[in-house]
């Protein structure tokens, strides 16, 4: 169980540390002077080697050992935190968070891993949603609570206060991570997955990225759009505040419904649900409405995705497989950001953002569909 908290602070500190320089956007403008698109540049700079680092970090950790190479990336989120928050200038800060991303990479590759080894059966979906629900919490306290933090103590606290959860992640794992039972000796050399798991790895990895670019839009055009339209911030700040939080009742909620119901009813419906909120924050007058239904009912299936995921690869090729799930979320969410930017430049406004967001989101349907057809066939890899 302590290792389960563990990776569910781990992943805190990941939400806590992606949604830092968004929390403080108005504190690094007004500090160093900046533009938008340099802001912008440090958010993405904690993404930048997502792409490129996952499958490597993934045959690391087959080569030596998973809780080793999560060890490693833990320290590289704390050490990176502690770089930002000594930087005297921002491209300082964009290393302090590269190192950081770096870190989380690390993380979220091959925290799956390990949840898989550790839990089974109906303990497995349960454990999943619980640690993906995490992120959405982090970057919560993020926001909550960083413009307390710098009014009080100063930027410097606030950027070292990233450290924390990242810090506590460490000495929890460090302390209580040991090499799960095997019926046969584990193999530490280098290996792929063979091509169906690989196929399977991708279509999932373009699932999870489809389901994310809801969310994405969300945080990134829908302050923006209420506020064209008149609402005021405290409104504003209510529909953002129930479409962050409430990931974290629907997604608990999904994993045991998901024993009850089925994965793939889960999925279809928390997706639809996820659809039809956005649609409705972008196109009615009903947004506290909208926000309840995107954030609770819409976020009941990251746990399926995340399953799908790790059963995707054999047991030995799961390190590695979970690396080339998340080289493909990072290749494809980079490209999701442009997208949506073009599709509000052709609309006028941050509307169509949002419907752009919505119809990425809703192609996770098929891709889920196709990729439990494929599994369906490889029934010693996978069942879902």
């Not at 045959?59 to 935190?81: D, H, I, K, N, Y």
């Not at 629907?250 to 024993?259: F, I, N, R, V, W």
């Not at 409405?289 to 054999?314: C, H, R, T």
Request: aromatic share 8%; net charge positive.
């Amino acid at each position: 169980m302590t290792i389960l908290v563990a990776l569910t602070m781990a992943r805190i500190a990941f939400g806590y540390q992606f949604q830092t320089i968004g929390a403080l956007t108005i504190n690094l403008v007004e500090r160093f002077g900046l533009t938008y698109t340099q802001v912008g540049t440090l958010v993405g700079a904690y993404m930048v080697l997502g792409a490129f680092a996952a499958v490597p970090l993934g045959l690391l950790g087959r080569r030596f050992g998973e809780g080793r190479v999560l060890c490693v990336g833990l320290a590289l989120m704390t050490g990176g935190a502690c770089i930002s928050a000594l930087a005297e200038s921002p491209s300082f800060i964009g290393w302090g968070r590269t190192v950081a991303g770096l870190g989380a990479v690390a993380m979220v590759v091959l925290h799956n891993k390990v949840i898989s080894e550790w839990y089974k059966g109906s303990w497995f979906i349960l454990a999943i949603s619980i640690s993906v629900c995490s992120f959405p919490v982090g970057m919560g306290l993020s926001g909550l609570l960083l413009p307390n933090l710098v009014s009080s103590l100063g930027l410097r606290a606030a950027l070292l206060s990233d450290a924390i959860p990242a810090g506590v992640a460490l000495v929890l794992f460090a302390l209580s991570y040991r090499e799960p039972p095997h019926e046969a000796p584990v193999v530490r050399r280098f290996s792929l997955p063979g091509g169906t798991e690989c196929l399977l790895l991708v279509i999932a990895g373009t699932t999870w990225m489809a389901y994310t670019a809801g969310f994405s839009g969300f945080i990134s055009y829908l302050a923006a759009a209420l506020t064209l339209r008149g609402y005021p911030l405290p409104v504003v700040g209510w529909v953002l505040t129930i479409g962050l939080w409430g990931n974290v009742i629907g997604t608990l909620a999904g994993g045991g419904l998901s024993l009850r119901l089925g994965r793939l009813t889960v999925f279809i419906t928390g997706t639809s649900c996820l659809v039809i909120g956005m649609t409705v924050l972008t196109v009615t007058n009903l947004p506290i409405a909208g926000a309840l239904v995107f954030g609770v009912l819409g976020s009941i299936q990251p746990g399926v995705v995340m399953a799908a995921a790790a059963l995707s690869a054999k047991p030995e090729n799961r390190a590695v497989g979970m690396g080339l799930f998340y080289t493909t979320y990072y290749v494809g969410n980079s490209t999701v950001p442009a997208l949506c930017g073009l599709a509000s430049d052709f609309a006028g406004g941050p509307e169509g953002g949002l419907v752009a967001a919505t119809v990425l989101s809703a192609m996770a349907i098929p891709l889920f569909l196709l990729h439990r057809a494929l599994a369906n066939r490889r029934l010693h890899l996978i069942q879902i």
